[in-house]
């Protein structure tokens, strides 16, 4: 599978985003999807999942209360709607998919897309 995310860009302190991801090449249904993020000199880490139905989404706490991970099986694409942006929010965004669970280790994850860049300014 082919993931390609796009919705990044430059946004103000407490301002909102919201990043898709299309996969192409087989239909992702049967498994979990994820978004990591990393900043530069940073690792990449586990921001949000989601199951393969949409159901028991799974959050970082950073994050939690402020983003919301959503995905549209039918059109084989995944959000992640982030609200009330930080500064510290600010890295590279990457979706993943393959994991037949909701985990947060991005080694149980087989296909990545090539990452949209978010900025967020104080």
């Known amino acids: 599978v082919q993931l390609q995310a796009s919705g990044g860009g430059l946004v103000q302190a407490g301002g909102s985003l919201r990043l898709s991801c ?17 900043a530069p000199g940073k690792e990449r880490e586990f921001v949000a999942a989601v199951s393969w ?4 989404p799974y959050y970082a706490d950073s994050v939690k209360g402020r983003f919301t991970i959503s995905r549209d099986n039918a059109k084989n694409t995944v959000f992640l709607q982030m ?4 500064p510290e929010d600010s ?3 990457y979706c993943a998919d393959g994991a037949h669970t909701i985990v947060t280790d991005p080694g149980e994850y087989n296909s990545w897309g090539q990452g949209t860049q978010v900025t967020v300014s104080s």
């Open 22 to 38: 299309a996969a192409s090449g087989r239909t992702f249904s049967s498994y979990a999807l994820g978004w990591f993020r990393q």
């Open 83 to 86: 609200n009330s942006l930080k």
């Open 53 to 56: 139905d949409g159901n028991s």
């Open 91 to 93: 890295a590279v965004y």
